[in-house]
């Protein structure tokens, strides 16, 4: 029989009981609904949080000095690090020192605490630093240790009451002196705050300086890390090493510096949602188990049913495959059809509990026709006994049947 | 055309064995029209079974068109039943959820003859017997004489060698016996061949050549004198 006519009948078949294929469906449109709420929300999530990581920047690794080993004046990293780093190792991209320095911030009318981020042009590069007005530090700004500054928006807002005060000047620097510095650029906040953690709550005005600046107003400006951006991932490892070993040769020491990335902390979270994966994987091929042994009930009620009607074409001439293919496409059509449903209320159910959630849901082509495969799978797997019951009846016995 | 020589079949229900023919021998030529009668336990169904190809004989050998079926597997004997065969019921064994055409049309599916081609043929069949304006009909809006009809245009539309009716009239009122009759004659003298099952004398007597069966014997094989024809 063509086997266009073979899903015609057996669609023919399921339209004519259409409750009984809706129940029978049931399973499988829970399972794959499941399946497909779960999947589209953890794959959202992943992404999530994977943007969050690409954010901080998976290529970058920082340097710093050992925490439980004597660190001696000449052990401290200095500008010369960060130039050697720079141009001595070929997968090194950027480069840029950082440490951070306690102080104020004033103007005419208010004076505000402030946590300075003392660093270099390449900070810009490392960092997902955003410049919403006027431009980063340059090179020229760092060289010359020129009195200049950026700060965040809503330090801005509040110190001049709009937040394009690119020109305007500010009073910089601790208690005891203070120095006159030129705002070259406003910053996004939220990037910086989050650098700072909690106590860039507590201290409004984040600015960035050149480290060059930082050392004429301030004591004991001492590199904390120095971030440093390869070209690719994989470099990491090697322009960790690499790094760390350039820096001690030229300080002639030895363990006192160590690089950190965060593709360890990407692995760990990479396993773990792997095993999310897999336990989400195993209650939905239970359920499309399920789902798959009421298909194969139904089928069996079916082929009794229709015993008569199997006898009818068997004595037309209908071959024990044509009487097989008919029973089969007709569960894999049933299960095909709950697999189709079930996508349907997986991707509005996401989509309901998405915002919930703070998710955005993904559904991907590959999901979907996985979903596809799999229902198809339990409708041939759970299909075929029964399909192989009706093919086998006796025309004879099937004739007589009443 | 049908050649049986020395038929058996025995069924094996469990301890007893039961003989259901013992040794039938018979030819069944092109063109004729027999009736095969005899009372229940005669054997008549079963030797229908075994000439319509739905059951293999436990020894001895048939010949369809000079073809040795006992060697044959079910796929083997499928086809031939597609294209040799053509059966008509007693209780007409139409599919219900078709219509009278779709019902026309299913062994030509089998054959894998093209849908147009299908179509043709099922319409040409269903005004053979009569029924060009009930062509989309299903079974249950049709009277018994009328699904019957529509049995024999299935069984037709493939050009069998010859057509295999069981009872056919045995579900029908006296009227509709009568119209199903005619067309087995008008096929008949068409050059279609026909064996009729039947225990009902008169149905048996529109035939050309009567086989009697008792006991899985073939006790009387004689051609009717006084047919009746139309």
Redesign the interface.
């Known amino acids: ?2 086997i266009l ?1 073979a899903i015609k009948v057996a669609i ?2 399921i339209l ?1 009981n259409k409750l009984r294929a809706l129940l029978t469906m049931l399973g499988i449109i829970i399972g794959i609904a499941s399946v497909i709420t779960i999947v589209s929300l953890g794959a959202g999530g992943q992404k999530a949080i994977l943007g969050e990581f690409e954010k901080i920047g998976v290529s970058v690794f920082s340097i710093k000095t050992k925490n439980n080993v004597e660190i001696r004046e000449s052990d401290k990293l200095t500008l010369k690090d960060v130039e050697m780093i720079r141009k001595r190792l070929s997968s090194v991209k950027y480069a840029a020192p950082i440490t951070e320095k306690f102080g104020l911030a004033k103007t005419d009318k208010l004076t505000k605490r402030a946590i300075f981020i003392a660093t270099d042009f390449d900070y810009g590069n490392v960092s997902n630093i955003k410049i919403i007005y006027g431009r980063f530090l340059n090179e020229k700004d760092i060289l010359m240790g020129r009195n200049v500054v950026l700060i965040d928006k809503d330090s801005a807002k509040e110190l001049f009451g709009y937040e394009d005060c690119v020109g305007k000047t500010i009073k910089i620097g601790s208690s005891s002196s203070f120095d006159t510095a030129k705002i070259i650029g406003v910053i996004d906040s939220g990037n910086l705050k989050s650098l700072g953690g909690s106590i860039a709550d507590q201290i409004p005005v984040i600015a960035a300086i050149p480290i060059t600046y930082a050392q004429k107003i301030f004591q004991d400006v001492d590199i904390s890390q120095i971030y440093v951006m390869t070209y690719n991932q994989n470099q990491l490892d090697e322009a960790s090493s690499q790094a760390v070993r350039l820096i001690e040769s030229f300080h002639h020491n030895k363990d006192k510096y160590e690089a950190e990335n965060l593709i360890g902390f990407l692995e760990e979270f990479n396993r773990i949602l792997s095993i999310f994966t897999a336990i989400i994987g195993a209650i939905a091929g239970i359920s499309l188990i399920v789902g798959g042994i009421g298909i194969m009930n139904i089928m069996l009620v079916s082929v009794t049913e229709r015993t ?2 199997i ?12 009487i097989l293919m008919q029973f089969l496409i007709e569960a894999v059509a049933i299960s095909l059809l709950g697999g189709a449903i079930g996508i349907f209320f997986g991707y509005i159910l996401s989509n309901i509990i998405g915002p919930f959630i703070n998710i955005t849901p993904i559904i991907s082509i590959n999901t979907i026709l996985i979903a596809f495969l799999f229902s198809s799978a339990v409708g041939i797997f759970f299909g075929i006994y029964p399909a192989q019951k009706a093919a086998r009846l006796d ?2 016995v099937a ?1 007589r049947y009443e | 055309m049908i050649e049986l020589s020395n038929v058996r079949k025995v069924y094996n229900l469990g301890k007893v064995q039961v003989n259901a023919l013992k040794g039938v021998s018979l030819k069944i030529n092109k063109g004729e029209y027999v009736a095969i009668v005899g009372p229940s336990g005669s054997g008549k169904s079963t030797l229908m079974n075994i000439i319509g190809l739905l059951d293999k004989p436990t020894s001895g050998s048939y010949k369809l068109n000079g073809t040795e079926i006992s060697t044959l597997n079910d796929d083997q004997l499928a086809y031939l039943r597609n294209r040799q065969i053509g059966f008509v019921f007693q209780s007409f064994n139409l599919l219900s959820k078709l219509d009278a055409l779709s019902n026309v049309e299913l062994p030509m599916l089998y054959a894998k003859i093209p849908a147009k081609e299908r179509r043709k043929r099922a319409i040409k069949a269903l005004e053979i017997v009569g029924l060009s304006e009930r062509i989309h009909h299903k079974p249950n809006e049709l009277s018994g004489g009328q699904q019957q009809r529509v049995a024999i245009a299935r069984a037709i539309v493939m050009n069998p060698s010859f057509l295999l009716a069981d009872e056919p009239t045995g579900n029908l009122d006296t009227n509709s016996s009568i119209e199903i009759m005619k067309i087995f004659y008008q096929l008949n003298e068409a050059g279609t061949t026909i064996v009729m099952v039947t225990h009902e004398q008169d149905i048996a007597n529109h035939a050309k050549r009567i086989l009697r069966l008792r006991d899985g014997n073939i006790i009387e094989d004689t051609p009717i004198a006084n047919r009746i024809t139309y």
């Open positions: 029989m063509y006519e023919d078949s004519s008569r009607e006898g009818i074409r068997k004595a037309i001439g209908a071959r024990q495959k044509d025309p004879i004739l």
